[in-house]
């Protein structure tokens, strides 16, 4: 683990290692497959593995696949291949599922001891009848049967003789507990689902407060991390692992959960996007998770970084995405090739340059990174330049291309605007300039100075492509459980056409380039062709953003 800076966890597993509690470290990342990883899942990847490897633990990762009906297969791959991607390996991969027989045993064991019954009550009458924060909770008129009918009941619930909210075994508990979760919470459920791994094989199911403790117990996990909202579930998380006479107990800690400005970061309503086509998937690059922050081009060091810079701590809070943003700039500021592209082609015509004449300029492809060598640039008579980078009446301090002005083509020679030619529309079309050959970008020329410098691409040998532009798909930040859909932004994608430097022709999809004044961009695998490469903008070139002073 690169950083190594103190946080309350990593300071509890040392002084658990210290006392002997513990003899070697295992801790685990437990996703539901009902969805597809997002930025938030990156901070609880980062922290169980890399608290495991520092301390030479034990890192599982398993799918707490206990609710057939929402889970899927491909979120099962979606996940492992995102771990992988992040950079992290795991020491054993489980399923929940797998410990079914298991559980169905454990929760057996607990009626016997008298603390668990088969209750008939609706899912809705025991919400009614659990109470509130200030009112104790109603005794089911069920809790008092007998072990011999619970156990004849539950057996039964296992081979399917009842319909789907028919009856659920609850723990018996504490009605009157000012902990809500302890007032008899539900074990398991019947759902007459196909389950992705066992198949038909049951038809109850266990709830995530009684299988998670399980599951943790059983893998021998010695620190269980979770999120906040669950730190009211630990006195029940405790209470399973002990009525359950588990061999192994396994203790909860709770952090603070990551949430990003203007960030959607609930799988719901990502799925919700997605099923709507408001998206084109899981992994559009306009996307919180994983797969469309590797899309889009974002780096896995980029992203364990900004995960570690973040930090853990015992309360949640929203961090600027910005701060995201500066850590992809600062990983691919010293590895991405520089090259020129045009987003937004207006054609210049250099009036003096010969017309059959192409000659070859050199430019180094990483200022920053000089091992990365030369590249060669084509430049003749016609070239592409960005519309905004002309006015033809410009206001003062406009120090690009307008009538009579003189500017320096980046790694070529200064031009100066003669005429502007439009179409019948009025609308500019192209432009005559001439050049001074006097001026060539590394000749020393000294001669005089000119304020603004532009790109360029060559107009013969330009290579066309699409670029895609994203913006936030929210307006702003909005309560996620209100009007998701009312508060997406309509223009957090533009696609456009223009052209980059032909030696781009080779590049590969995920492939990423610093593209003069506009950025870092990566080549999309989803919609690049022999035919035509697809950038996605990763981010712009500069931000306003800061890294808070330590």
């Known amino acids: 683990m690169e950083n190594k800076s103190s946080n309350f966890i990593r300071n509890i597993i040392m002084e658990d290692l210290k006392a002997g509690t513990v003899s070697q470290i295992v801790t685990r990342f437990p996703p539901e497959p009902n969805g597809y990883l997002h930025i938030g899942h990156a901070k609880s990847i980062c922290l169980n593995f890399e608290l495991a490897d520092e301390f030479k633990g034990k890192t599982n990762l398993r799918f707490d696949d206990t609710n057939p009906v929402k889970e899927d297969a491909e979120y099962v791959e979606a996940i492992k291949e995102d771990v992988k991607w992040l950079g992290f390996e795991w020491d054993g991969l489980f399923f929940a599922s797998e410990y079914f027989d298991e559980m169905y045993r454990r929760a057996v064991l607990l009626i016997r001891k008298g603390k668990a019954y088969v209750d008939d009550l609706s899912a809705e009458e025991i919400r009614e009848m659990r109470g ?38 609850r723990a018996k508990i504490d009605m009157a507990s000012p902990n ?43 620190h269980s991390l979770c999120t906040l909202e669950f730190e009211d579930h630990r006195p029940l998380y405790d209470w399973v692992i002990r009525e359950c006479e588990m061999e192994h107990v396994s203790r909860q800690y709770e952090f603070g959960r990551l949430n990003l400005t203007n960030t959607v970061m609930s799988k719901r309503f990502l799925k919700q996007l997605v099923d709507e086509k408001v998206v084109d998937g899981w992994d559009d690059p306009r996307m919180p ?148 050959p006097e001026t060539k970008s590394g000749s020393g020329f000294t001669g005089r100075k000119v304020k603004g410098t532009i790109h360029w691409v060559d107009a013969k040998q330009a290579l066309p492509v699409e670029f895609r532009l994203y913006d936030s798909l929210l307006l702003e930040d909005k309560d996620e459980e209100k009007s998701l859909l009312d508060s997406l932004n309509p223009n957090s994608l533009e696609i456009l056409q223009g052209f980059v430097e032909p030696n781009m022709k080779d590049a590969k999809p995920l492939d990423k380039f610093q593209f003069f004044r506009h950025g870092y961009f990566s080549v999309d695998p989803k919609y690049t062709t022999p035919e035509r490469i697809v950038f996605n903008q990763i981010v712009s070139l500069k931000s306003s953003f800061e890294l808070p002073k330590s």
Not at 153 to 166: I, S, T
Not at 196 to 205: P, V
Request: hydrophobic letters at 35%.
């Open 180 to 222: 809500i979760n302890l007032r008899d919470p539900v074990l398991y459920r019947i759902s007459h689902a196909t389950h992705h791994n066992t198949g038909n094989a049951w038809c109850i199911y266990p709830m995530y407060d009684y299988a998670h403790p399980l599951e943790d117990a059983i893998e021998g996990v010695t």
């Open 289 to 436: 998770t994983i797969s469309g922050l590797r899309r889009r081009g974002y780096t896995p060091e980029s992203i364990r970084n900004f995960v570690r810079e973040v930090g853990v701590s015992k309360t949640s809070g929203t961090v600027d995405a910005r701060m995201l943003e500066h850590f992809v700039r600062e990983d691919l500021k010293l590895k991405a090739p520089r090259t020129m592209a045009v987003l937004r082609p207006l054609k210049v015509v250099i009036t003096n340059y010969p017309e059959d004449q192409v000659e070859m300029l050199d430019a180094e492809v990483n200022p920053e990174n000089l091992e990365m060598g030369i590249r060669q640039i084509p430049f003749s008579r016609e070239i592409y330049i960005e519309q905004d980078d002309f006015m033809e009446n410009p206001p003062s301090k406009y120090f690009r291309l307008f009538p009579g002005n003189e500017v320096r083509l980046k790694h070529a020679y200064f031009i100066t605007c003669n005429d502007v030619i439009k179409d019948e529309q009025g609308r500019v079309k192209e432009l005559h300039c001439t050049y001074d």
């Open 132 to 169: 509130t924060l200030t009112e104790p909770g109603k005794e089911s008129p069920y809790r008092n049967r007998s072990v011999e009918e619970n156990l004849d009941l539950f057996e039964r619930m296992r081979k399917g003789e009842f319909a789907d909210g028919a009856k659920v075994l």
